[in-house]
């Protein structure tokens, strides 16, 4: 059994914690509000500019015409992973470093054993882990969310489709959490280049859509997908920030709880170590006053 002064330190390091957690629960909470108005507010625009992109690059064939919807033999393939730049976030970096491995493993095996997967890590969490792995890297880009905006978000999205149109990635994914709830992020790993058509349902939806192109339809098209692939890149980082903060925010409460929990065990097991202490001392007392009556 551990000694009342081993006890008591204990008491003391967890109680410490308890307050750490408590203090980055609330941290979290507070940024996570600022975080989940900026995606709810992106949502509705992004998706919306990503149907209308869809919708132009169907009409008359125009995907066939632009470089960022040229489908080629996946040869070269790049893969966009948001983490953290921090951690004590429960499993929101490893669920995509997995989903990432996942990916290479099922759908680009042939292209990893050439040596021929990228990978561009917005995020240090992820940087690290695939660095160490000895996984070729495509930029640095680990303080992103210390100054989160799109300007700096836009230099990894610019440099991913300067690669595409370059023709050193035939196929750019991007795996990152989507934001649902405090409690709940969930994996996405969506195509982000070469773009993707309108499903059959989609396309035939908007098959009586009439659009009036002003300037000229190639000017409008030129303009417009560039924008709107980095305003996707931007959304999908604002989703991971936002899922990040609500990740940390229910493990420094989970973890507040248990720190609670140990703290009842702990001094539940210093009163019965203490109370121990003093019934030996008793009957030591109580023994040793016997032995001098006996004595005499």
């Keep these: ?72 033999d996946v040869q070269r393939v790049l893969i966009i992973a948001v983490t953290s730049d921090r951690g004590l976030c429960g499993a929101f970096n490893s669920n995509v470093m997995k989903a990432v491995n996942n990916l290479v493993n099922e759908r680009y095996s042939a292209q990893a054993a050439a ?57 750019v994914d991007i795996v990152y959490n989507e934001f649902k709830n405090v409690a709940t992020q969930i994996i996405r790993t969506e195509q982000f280049l070469p773009i993707q058509e309108n499903t059959t349902e989609q396309a035939s939806a908007n098959a009586n859509l009439d659009y009036i192109f002003e300037p000229s339809k190639e000017e409008i098209i030129e303009q417009l997908i560039p924008k709107s692939l980095k305003i996707q890149v931007y959304k999908a980082v604002l989703e991971s920030n936002a899922s990040e903060h609500g990740a940390r925010m229910t493990a420094m409460d989970k973890a507040t709880e248990n ?11 210093y009163n019965r170590t203490r109370q121990a202490a003093i019934t030996t001392e008793i009957l030591e007392i109580v023994g040793g006053a016997e032995a001098l009556a006996a004595s005499r």
Excluded: C, W
């Design 115 to 171: 040596g021929n997967i990228e990978v561009m890590a917005i995020g240090k969490k992820g940087h690290e882990y695939f660095n160490k792995r000895n996984m070729p890297m495509a930029g640095d880009f680990t303080g992103v969310f210390g100054n989160l905006s799109f300007e700096t978000v836009r230099v990894a999205a610019e440099q991913a489709m300067e690669g595409f149109r370059a023709g050193r990635y035939d196929q």
């Design 1 to 72: 059994m551990a000694s009342l002064k081993e006890v008591r330190n204990r008491i003391v390091s967890v109680g410490s914690t308890q307050q750490i957690t408590k203090a980055m629960k609330m941290v979290a909470a507070a940024k996570l509000r600022r975080a989940q108005d900026n995606i709810i507010r992106m949502r509705p625009y992004a998706q919306r500019l990503n149907n209308i992109l869809s919708n132009l690059s169907s009409v008359q064939g125009e995907a066939g015409q632009n470089v960022y919807a040229q489908k080629r």
């Design 259 to 269: 720190a609670g929990e140990l703290l009842k065990q702990l001094k539940l097991t």
